[in-house]
């Protein structure tokens, strides 16, 4: 007897279940990856696997490490600052950050940040999963407010938050980004949140100053690098990734 061929949760591709296991919803090479995080990488990326953090978040789905630097913690009287996201996806990670330098409409309109939310919604579009620290309570629901703001299209994303693993599956103390990169990588100086005085925003969005638009570009670019180190680790306690929520089981 055979059944009815159906879509793969994980790849799409069209496959026939097995006849013993008629509820499958992963096809053989998306079953094999789920206890081999190898599978599909490439040589390139098999023979790294062991040495590098971050590719536990390589095949089979593109996905997106990403920070925002915001002024104010409510886009009510915020304003959204900066963004980078690591992109997996086959072969080397690739980076893409924006700030709101770079808009058209600064600095006469330093209130209005559509052209960096824009910017930043296209890439993390791209990921099929996402990885935000604290990312539902804060980066999500900010972009999630930006998109409604500016009429921009805000597609839903599978999201790995490691600050929701370590609450529940750790007992670390504290789960911010700070203390997990602290307790994960102790001997490892440069997996580390970088220091920034308070001052640094506010004097780049109301002063213009090149320098604090510097450092906050370094330190976005900084955070995410220890997310993805974080995020590596992690991971491995929740499974395959894919559209079920694999994170929060």
Not at 17 to 40: F, W
Not at 153 to 172: H, S, T
Not at 173 to 198: C, H, Q, T, W, Y
Not at 201 to 216: G, H, M, S, V, Y
Request: hydrophobic share 40%.
């Amino acid at each position: 007897m055979s059944y009815a061929k159906r879509s793969c949760e994980i790849c799409l591709k069209t496959f026939q279940p097995p006849h013993r296991s008629i509820m499958e919803r992963r096809c053989p090479e998306c079953r094999r990856a789920a206890s081999d995080p190898t599978v599909g990488l490439g040589q390139h990326a098999v023979e790294s696997h062991a040495a590098s953090r971050g590719s536990d978040l390589a095949a089979p789905l593109v996905q997106g490490v990403f920070d925002i630097e915001t002024w104010g913690l409510d886009r009510g009287w915020g304003v959204m600052l900066a963004s980078c996201i690591m992109v997996h996806g086959g072969g080397d990670p690739v980076f893409h950050q924006f700030d709101q330098t770079m808009s058209p409409n600064w600095p006469e309109k330093r209130s209005d940040d559509s052209w960096l939310a824009a910017q930043t919604l296209k890439v993390l579009d791209q990921c099929h999963v996402l990885y935000a620290h604290n990312g539902e309570n804060f980066d999500i629901r900010w972009l999630r407010t930006l998109a409604l703001k500016y009429h921009l299209p805000f597609n839903e994303k599978k999201l790995i938050d490691p600050a929701r693993i370590g609450w529940a599956k750790y007992r670390v103390g504290r789960n911010s980004l700070s203390a997990l990169a602290d307790f994960l990588f102790p001997d490892d100086p440069e997996i580390r949140k970088m220091p920034v005085p308070m001052d640094i925003w506010r004097f780049a969005i109301l002063d213009n100053d090149q320098e604090a638009w510097k450092i906050l570009r370094e330190r976005c670019k900084s955070d995410v690098k220890v997310l993805n180190a974080v995020a590596g680790r992690v991971t491995k306690d929740v499974g395959m990734i894919d559209t079920r929520g694999s994170a929060f089981r």
